[in-house]
C-alpha cells in the first residue's frame, strides 16, 4: 500500500516558521483557502481586519481563540502584541480581509515583526474583485472584449491627481478596471471619466459586499451608475467594475473551442440582457466539446488557463 499523499491544509502548519498573513477572503467563509482555515482553527491569537471581516467566518474557524480587532490600532500597538504573543509561544494569526497583497497595508507589518526577530509568510486569499466576478457571472477577461484587468483605486488622500490612471484604463477599452476602496467617490470617478472624453454608456458594476449574505448588485454606465449607488446608500464596501465585460456579451469563442463547438469558424457571442439586468444562456444546441479530440498542445492551452 502507497504511502497517503500529505495534506495541503495542515502541512503549512510544519514548513513555515512564524506569523502568517492570512487572506480571509471576500467575506463568504466558504471561499475561504484550505490553508487559512487550518491556520485559523490552529491558533491561539486572531488579529483580525474588523468588519471587513465576516464574523461568520470568525465564529467558525477560530471561535476558541482571542480576537482582535486591528481597526483603530497602529502599528505602535500591534507590532508589540503579536511579538509578545509570539515569543510566549502562543500561535498568532494575522488576518486580513480579501488577499493581503491587494491594497493590504500588510508589508510594513511583516517588515516591522521582521525588524523585531519574528519571521512572518504570506498565505494567500481570494480578492473582492474575483467574487464580484463571480457574482457578477462573467469572466473579467474576455475574447475580443477584454485582454487586461487593472486593480486600482480613485484618486483621494492616499492617491494623488496625478497617479490616478482609472480614465487612462478605461480609455484602453479592452480593459477591466476594478476599483478599490472607492465607493464613496463613485461620483466623482464618473464625473471624471465624462470630462476625459470616456463613452457615456460604458457599462458599470456597483457589487456591494461580494459573497456577502446581504450582497448587492448594481448595473448602469458611467453616466447614470453614480445616481444609482447614491440611492441605494452605499458609501463603503463595493467593488466597482467598468468595461464591456461587465455585459458577459460581445465575446468571440476562443480558438481552443470555437471550431469544435460550432462545427467550424468562430462566432461571436451575444449576450441578452433582461430588464434586471441579467443574461439569457449564449450557448447554442449543439452541444460541448468532445475533449477527448484535444491533441497535446491544446492540452498544454489549457492547463496553463489559456483563452487564445
Known amino acids: 500500500m502507497s504511502d497517503p499523499l500529505p495534506d495541503p491544509a495542515t502541512e503549512v502548519l510544519d514548513d513555515r516558521e512564524g506569523i502568517p498573513f492570512v487572506g480571509a477572503g471576500p467575506g463568504d467563509p466558504g471561499l475561504l483557502t484550505v490553508r487559512g482555515r487550518a491556520l ?15 464574523s461568520e467566518l470568525l465564529d467558525a474557524f477560530c471561535d476558541h481563540a482571542e480576537q482582535v480587532n486591528s481597526v483603530g490600532k497602529d502599528l505602535e500597538e500591534l507590532i508589540p502584541l503579536m511579538r509578545d504573543a509570539h515569543e510566549a509561544g502562543r500561535t498568532v494569526v494575522r488576518l486580513h480581509s480579501g488577499d493581503p497583497s491587494i491594497y493590504g497595508a500588510a508589508l510594513e507589518q511583516m517588515d516591522a515583526l521582521e525588524s523585531e526577530g519574528i519571521s512572518t509568510y504570506f498565505v494567500s486569499g481570494v480578492t473582492a474583485a474575483f467574487a464580484a466576478s463571480a457574482t457578477l457571472d462573467t469572466q473579467l477577461t474576455l475574447n475580443e472584449v477584454s485582454n487586461h484587468v487593472a486593480f486600482t483605486r480613485p484618486q483621494g488622500k492616499t492617491l494623488s491627481p496625478e497617479e490616478d490612471h482609472i480614465s487612462e484604463f478605461v480609455r484602453m477599452g479592452d480593459v477591466t478596471t476594478c476599483i478599490y476602496l472607492g465607493t464613496h467617490a463613485v461620483r466623482e470617478t464618473m ?3 465624462l470630462d476625459d472624453g470616456v463613452d457615456p454608456d460604458t457599462p458599470v458594476a456597483v457589487v456591494y459586499h461580494a459573497s456577502w449574505p446581504d450582497e448587492d448588485v448594481i ?3 458611467v453616466g447614470d451608475v453614480a445616481d444609482a449607488v447614491e440611492e441605494a ?41 433582461d430588464s434586471s439586468g441579467e443574461r439569457s444562456d449564449p ?5 460541448g466539446t468532445d475533449e477527448s479530440e484535444i491533441d497535446a498542445d491544446d492540452a498544454d492551452a489549457i492547463t496553463e488557463g489559456s483563452t487564445q
Open 40 to 54: 485559523l482553527e490552529d491558533a491561539d491569537l486572531v488579529v483580525h481586519a474588523g468588519s471587513l471581516v465576516n
Open 191 to 193: 464625473d471624471r471619466l
Open 219 to 221: 448595473r448602469g454606465t
Open 233 to 273: 446608500g452605499y458609501r463603503a464596501s463595493a467593488l466597482v467594475v467598468i468595461g464591456e465585460a461587465v455585459t458577459g456579451g460581445g465575446y468571440e469563442r476562443s480558438y481552443l473551442y470555437g471550431d469544435w463547438a460550432n462545427g467550424g469558424g468562430e462566432v461571436e457571442q451575444e449576450r441578452d440582457l
Open 283 to 287: 450557448r447554442d444546441e449543439s452541444g
